[in-house]
């Protein structure tokens, strides 16, 4: 297989939460689908680069069966020793052209994953992607493909113009982008106020700045090209799928529009679900879409049914507020004293009494606020009291290599500093407190307090870092 751009340029892997089988399942269960258990699902990922997202997944699911298929042969290497690194044995790769697996000869799998492909390549790989993707979706499966939208594309692609008119007359893929960036970090300087232009050019300006390797795969590739919505409804339909929704919490609340707004837009679509989300990404100013599809053959609910998530497990993210309405602050209040752990609805009912139905719209306003995740099998996370925490294996390499770091529940987070970056890599299973902390004074290195270790690894369970100990 001839070389590609990422065997030249390494594209930062990362774990993406949106993908998690979990988050994937909970949406799905929530629009009226049936999903198979994540912790002993089949998952492929298309696109997986280096592996990150794929090898995240399979070490909190190490019963589950992870593929990842790439075009890119280095890439695939790395991803096959960061699981042998890690403990991640149920995670595979191969290298492969999409092209060649519209016939399903990998099997079926219950989760695809295709995250930062589809609005990056050729029109015949995007057909050929959502025609993999449902050949090898099994029954009950979803499949979640991420692409880059209108309307927020069209300004995006005023400075890929821009960028492409910059570099003009470099040859080079690398300078060419170190070019673009190094515009892009003036541009961003030189912003001359902070009125609505302002303030969108420089939202645009910081997220184009920051990576050359960025730019070289994404804004100033050849096959860039940002899509409507009812575009890629239509071509998934082509290919015998249906949307299901987005795989973002805060994107599936029916009233993140002013009151009347929602009511307007149903009325303005006639009832048709696709012109209503292509509508609502115009009011929105969509940029970006982690967009979930099942088998056309499947019935979806037009919108979550809340008396389903009785079904699923809740998890604290962020404390109550002062305006946060009494049910929303009593279902926080009843997740904070359970926390970390992920707690069932009918535990949390019976901890706070009064409507059920009441209690399920307090925690779909507060997942909406980012305030609660939804579970459905939530991966198993370590014990904070536990005589010798352990950080997943997979969490200390990230952290001992950069600046940022995945969780179990495949969320990234950044590393703020050398201490932080110590810690994480100290609590490896064969530490007690006394040991860890011993280790974090050594050298006249900042140490922390007994009791802010106790509290930081609460935290740490809190978020996804803390697992639970392996034999072997």
């Known amino acids: 297989m001839p070389p590609t751009p990422y065997d030249e340029f390494p594209y930062e892997s990362l774990p993406y939460e949106e993908t998690h089988p979990d ?11 049936e999903p198979p258990r994540p912790s002993t699902a089949r998952v492929l990922e298309l696109g997986c680069g280096s592996g990150a997202n794929a090898v995240a997944t399979a070490y909190a699911y190490p019963h589950a069966r992870v593929v ?15 699981a042998a690194e890690v403990g991640a044995p149920n995670a595979t790769f191969a290298a492969a052209d999409l092209a060649e697996l519209a016939d399903g000869r990998l099997g079926e799998f219950d989760y695809v994953v295709a995250h930062g492909v589809y609005a990056w390549v050729p029109p015949a790989t995007r057909e050929a992607l959502l025609e993999a993707a449902r050949a090898h979706l099994s029954e009950h499966g979803v499949a979640y493909v991420s692409f880059n939208s209108q309307p927020g594309g069209h300004f995006r692609r005023a400075l890929r113009d821009l960028a492409l008119w910059w570099v003009r007359d470099v040859a080079d893929e690398g300078e060419r982008a ?12 030189l912003r001359a106020s902070d009125d609505p232009y302002g303030s969108l050019l420089g939202r645009e300006l910081d997220a184009l700045r920051k990576s050359a390797t960025y730019l070289i ?10 899509v409507w919505f009812h575009e890629f409804a239509a071509a998934a339909a082509r290919h015998g799928l249906r949307y299901v929704a987005e795989s973002r919490f805060e994107r599936l609340r029916d009233g993140h529009w002013p009151d009347g707004v929602e009511a307007r837009l149903d009325a303005l679509a006639g009832g048709d679900r696709i012109a ?7 009011l929105g100013f969509e940029r970006f879409r982690a967009t979930l599809v099942c088998h056309a053959r499947r019935d979806v609910a037009d919108r979550p049914d809340l008396t389903r998530i009785e079904r699923l497990r809740l998890r604290i993210q962020a404390p109550p507020r002062e305006e946060d309405p009494e049910p929303v602050r009593a ?7 359970r926390a970390p752990r992920p707690v069932p609805f009918a535990e949390l009912h019976a901890a706070t009494g009064g ?5 399920a719209r307090a925690l779909y306003d507060a997942a909406y606020r980012g305030q609660v995740a939804m579970h459905l099998d939530p991966p198993e996370i370590g014990d904070p009291r536990a005589e010798r925490p352990l950080v997943s294996a997979f969490a200390r390499r990230q952290a001992a290599r950069g600046g940022v770091t995945g969780t179990l529940y495949n969320r990234s987070i950044g590393v703020s500093g050398e201490t932080e970056r110590r810690l994480l890599t100290l609590l490896d299973g064969t530490r007690d407190r006394d040991e860890v902390l011993a280790a974090l004074g050594a050298d006249g290195r900042p140490a922390l307090t007994r009791d802010a270790l106790d509290a930081t690894l609460v935290d740490l369970a809190g978020v996804g870092l803390l697992a639970p100990a392996r034999d072997g």
């Open 276 to 282: 209503r989300t292509q509508l609502g990404d115009v």
């Open 178 to 189: 170190e070019r673009a960036r190094a515009l892009f970090d003036e541009l961003y300087d």
């Open 331 to 337: 279902a926080l209040a009843a997740l904070l004293e």
């Open 217 to 226: 795969h994404d804004l100033l590739s050849d096959h860039w090209r940002p």
């Open 68 to 82: 990842g298929i790439d075009l890119a042969e280095t890439a695939i290497a790395e991803a096959s020793a960061l």
């Open 355 to 359: 409507d059920a139905g009441a209690l």
């Open 23 to 33: 988050r994937i399942a909970a949406i799905a269960v929530l629009h009226g689908l």
